[in-house]
């Protein structure tokens, strides 16, 4: 009845009253609910050596080692010390976290394996 509308960059409310407003014209005093069932707008990249370079969807938390896992590992020729993340905070400074490979997956520099944050870009030289 309403037709298309753009939910694209909308919150739910704003969807809500889109759609209350487009019934109107039908329905004297209409009642919507809008659920979010999947949020795909937050992703993080991966680049460099791994199996699986690309960028991908930031469902749940996550962290560095999470990360390699769903890109497939790294790649024989992977510099595992010198893997770092990039993260671009709020006010637009970039910061560089490192990550030792061979140091995390032994139980050890466990803080470097930090949560992601959507736009965070993995660069394993």
Do not use: C, H, W
Not at 45 to 60: C, D, F, R, T, W
Not at 74 to 93: C, E, H, S
Request: net charge positive; hydrophobic share 40%; glycine share 10%.
């Amino acid at each position: 009845m309403v037709g298309e509308i753009q939910a694209s960059g909308l919150t739910p409310n704003k969807l809500q009253a889109s759609i209350v407003d487009g019934l109107r014209a039908y329905v004297s005093n209409p009642d919507v609910t809008v659920i979010v069932q999947e949020v795909k707008s937050l992703k993080f990249n991966i680049v460099g050596e791994i199996a699986k370079p690309g960028s991908y969807p930031l469902s749940k938390p996550m962290t560095v080692l999470d990360a390699i896992a769903v890109g497939g590992g790294l790649r024989d020729f992977a510099k595992g010390n010198r893997i770092y993340v990039l993260r671009v905070a709020g006010n637009g400074t970039r910061t560089r976290l490192p990550f030792e490979y061979k140091q995390v997956i032994k139980g050890n520099k466990l803080a470097e394996n930090v949560e992601l944050q959507s736009g965070d870009t993995i660069v394993i030289p």
